[in-house]
């Protein structure tokens, strides 16, 4: 009994993305919203008819109504799949909560809610055993009913939970125990997972599809879906992971040569993919600069930052390196040579004012430097 369907799981829809500005922002939530599309394309391309949500559709339990109904006009709008959401942490099913409400109003009729722990035929011998979230943690596995859970002989068992498997790591957000072991012990011939944000397996025929649209700074396969193949009861599932993101987040460590700090940065930044707007790079600076290297560091941020959609940095890591030859780009006398002075002494006696003076030492040395190209640059 062959069988296809998509795996996807922590939408989170309404998510607010508040460390970045406004415009960012709106174009992150919009971009969770459009993987809906992406994941109904990668469904059909693979000839899946049905698209299985691991939980936390929804960023919160209260939500504006449009936010709320935004994502269901998405899934009607691909009427060729089935769409089965079950909640999550984020999201869990409470008396009078969002998915009560969801379920009273009227759904699109490709879209069905697993609210309740009871095997679900969505195909003839095809089952889906569902574990959703009554809260937002529990010291009980959801999934241990499903040991337990009867279907008829030979019929393909799909497990559906949202929540940690235990010894896997500490990457999930739920404070929900799943056995390692569950798809097992439940005779499952597959576990859809949810909570872990990036795409990886958890154990026996048990995956995390991880988020379809990245939202952290994470080297963690985010920004996928994935295709499951069942080729009948007992048999191992084939999984085929396909992209789904629309932006990549990268984190990058960088550790500054007091000599050619600009040159470090730039070789660091070469081992990323290309510079665009569908790129959001967080920067972690350390080492140390003299003056004028701070501010040709700071030059050079300024340079990237519009290629990208977003761009996260701290000089403040950076210490001012106060060696000889630090203060070449001041003027060998006058006041600009006496403040320098003066503040390059106070980041050297390392008091209390040291990290103030020489955040000033570096702005100094920038606005030096840009004096002097623009000097250059007169006719």
Same mark, same amino acid.
């Given at each position: 009994?062959?069988f296809?369907?998509?795996?996807?799981?922590?939408?989170?829809?309404?998510?607010?993305?508040?460390?970045?500005?406004?415009?960012?922002?709106?174009?992150?939530?919009?971009?969770?919203?459009?993987?809906?599309d992406?994941?109904?394309?990668a469904?059909?391309?693979?000839?899946?008819?049905?698209?299985?949500?691991?939980?936390?559709?929804?960023?919160?339990?209260?939500?504006?109504?449009?936010?709320?109904?935004?994502?269901?006009?998405?899934?009607?709008?691909?009427?060729s799949?089935?769409?089965?959401?079950?909640?999550?942490?984020?999201?869990?099913?409470?008396?009078?909560?969002?998915?009560?409400?969801?379920?009273?109003?009227t759904l699109?009729?490709n879209?069905?809610?697993?609210?309740?722990?009871?095997?679900?035929?969505?195909?003839?011998?095809?089952?889906?055993?569902?574990?959703?979230?009554?809260?937002?943690?529990?010291?009980?596995?959801?999934?241990?009913?499903?040991?337990?859970?009867?279907?008829?002989?030979?019929?393909?068992?799909?497990g559906?939970?949202?929540?940690?498997?235990?010894?896997?790591?500490?990457?999930?957000?739920?404070?929900?125990?799943?056995?390692?072991?569950?798809?097992?012990?439940?005779?499952?011939?597959?576990l859809?997972?949810?909570? @872990?944000?990036?795409?990886?397996?958890?154990g026996?025929?048990? @995956?995390?599809?991880?988020?379809?649209?990245?939202?952290?700074?994470?080297?963690?396969?985010?920004?996928?879906?994935?295709?499951?193949?069942?080729?009948?009861?007992?048999?191992?599932?084939?999984?085929?992971r396909?992209?789904t993101?629309?932006?990549? @987040?990268?984190?990058?460590?960088?550790?500054?040569?007091?000599?050619?700090?600009?040159?470090?940065?730039?070789e660091?930044?070469?081992?990323?993919?290309?510079?665009?707007?569908?790129?959001?790079?967080?920067?972690?600076?350390?080492?140390?600069?003299?003056?004028?290297?701070?501010?040709?560091?700071?030059?050079?941020?300024?340079?990237?930052?519009?290629?990208?959609?977003?761009?996260?940095?701290?000089?403040?890591?950076?210490?001012?390196?106060?060696?000889?030859?630090?203060?070449? @780009?001041?003027?060998?006398?006058?006041?600009?040579?006496?403040?320098?002075?003066?503040?390059?002494?106070?980041?050297?006696?390392?008091?209390?004012?040291?990290?103030?003076?020489?955040?000033?030492?570096?702005?100094?040395?920038?606005?030096?430097?840009?004096?002097e190209?623009?000097?250059?640059?007169?006719?």
């Amino acid at each position: 009994m062959a069988f296809t369907l998509l795996h996807t799981a922590d939408w989170q829809i309404g998510k607010q993305f508040g460390s970045f500005d406004a415009e960012v922002q709106g174009v992150l939530r919009d971009a969770r919203l459009g993987a809906i599309d992406r994941l109904a394309m990668a469904a059909e391309a693979a000839g899946a008819r049905h698209v299985l949500v691991a939980g936390d559709v929804y960023e919160a339990e209260t939500l504006p109504a449009k936010t709320v109904r935004q994502p269901l006009e998405k899934m009607r709008a691909h009427p060729s799949l089935s769409w089965h959401l079950l909640p999550g942490n984020h999201d869990p099913h409470r008396p009078g909560g969002l998915w009560e409400h969801l379920a009273s109003s009227t759904l699109p009729a490709n879209v069905d809610l697993m609210l309740a722990p009871d095997p679900i035929e969505i195909e003839t011998g095809i089952f889906v055993l569902p574990a959703p979230l009554r809260s937002k943690s529990t010291g009980s596995d959801p999934t241990a009913w499903m040991d337990r859970a009867e279907t008829p002989s030979g019929a393909l068992r799909i497990g559906l939970a949202h929540g940690s498997v235990r010894n896997f790591g500490h990457e999930g957000e739920a404070a929900t125990p799943i056995a390692e072991d569950r798809a097992l012990t439940a005779r499952l011939d597959y576990l859809a997972l949810g909570d @872990w944000h990036g795409a990886r397996q958890a154990g026996p025929r048990a @995956w995390y599809s991880g988020t379809p649209e990245p939202d952290r700074f994470l080297d963690n396969d985010a920004g996928m879906a994935l295709i499951v193949r069942l080729a009948g009861h007992g048999e191992a599932p084939a999984i085929e992971r396909v992209s789904t993101a629309r932006f990549s @987040w990268h984190r990058l460590a960088v550790a500054l040569d007091a000599g050619e700090p600009v040159a470090a940065l730039d070789e660091a930044l070469a081992t990323l993919p290309a510079a665009s707007d569908r790129m959001l790079l967080e920067l972690r600076l350390s080492g140390a600069a003299t003056p004028a290297g701070h501010g040709a560091i700071a030059r050079r941020l300024a340079e990237l930052e519009p290629r990208l959609r977003a761009l996260d940095h701290d000089l403040d890591r950076v210490s001012i390196a106060t060696g000889s030859g630090s203060l070449d @780009w001041a003027e060998s006398t006058g006041e600009l040579r006496l403040v320098a002075e003066r503040l390059q002494s106070m980041v050297a006696g390392r008091g209390s004012e040291a990290g103030k003076a020489g955040r000033a030492l570096a702005r100094l040395a920038a606005l030096a430097a840009g004096a002097e190209q623009s000097r250059q640059g007169e006719p």
